[in-house]
């Protein structure tokens, strides 16, 4: 597989648990600095990009608490992983995105407040392979780099991504759960 040449911010807490198996979904919607449309899934491979902007501890489930710390290379960026889009959905209403809190790493009451962030009631949900890197891949954090983006163009980088964290099994059970809790959540 080819290495990807972008990285997607996500909280380090988020990341580290992506990249230890503990979760597979991330529900997301952007950064203030996304384009008009807000954030897209315009990358189906990509690296994870730990931040520590913005991340509060109050908005994740107390089981991820123990993930929580400080920045441990402040001005180097450590990307711990690969991760594959396996599955994506934009959900559009909101019931249906807190069925699935407890399949990622925030609360129902943090992802409430992404999915009204800026009037545009929707958020995605994805089902990510993550593949830990043989590795970490330390780049110097750069300013093209800082800001509230989702991704980040990394340039040509060559990275050794190991066995992903969940088989294929675990991943399938996990599409199955989130579509079973999409179709039977009735809208608000």
């Not at 992506?18 to 954030?39: P, V």
């Not at 959905?89 to 069925?99: G, I, S």
């Not at 093209?144 to 990394?154: A, E, H, I, R, Y």
Request: aromatic share 6%.
């Amino acid at each position: 597989m080819p290495s990807p040449t972008t990285a997607l911010k996500e909280w380090d807490t988020q990341a580290q648990a992506l990249s230890l198996g503990q979760t597979a979904l991330l529900i997301r919607k952007g950064g203030i600095m996304e384009t008009h449309d807000g954030f897209e899934v315009e990358h189906r491979s990509f690296l994870l990009y730990p931040t520590f902007l913005h991340q509060n501890p109050a908005e994740l489930r107390p089981e991820f608490a123990p993930l929580l710390r400080d920045d441990p290379q402040p001005g180097a960026i450590l990307l711990p992983a690969l991760a594959e889009v396996v599955g994506v959905w934009k959900v559009e209403q909101e019931a249906q995105a807190r069925a699935l809190a407890d399949l990622q790493a925030l609360t129902a009451d943090a992802i409430s407040r992404r999915f009204a962030y800026r009037g545009r009631p929707w958020v995605h949900a994805l089902l990510l392979r993550v593949r830990p890197l043989s590795a970490p891949l330390v780049l110097p954090e750069t300013p093209q780099m800082l800001g509230c983006v989702s991704w980040v163009p990394l340039g040509e980088i060559v990275v050794d991504a190991g066995r992903p964290v969940l088989d294929v099994a675990k991943l399938e059970s996990i599409r199955n759960e989130i579509e079973a809790r999409l179709a039977e959540t009735p809208p608000l």
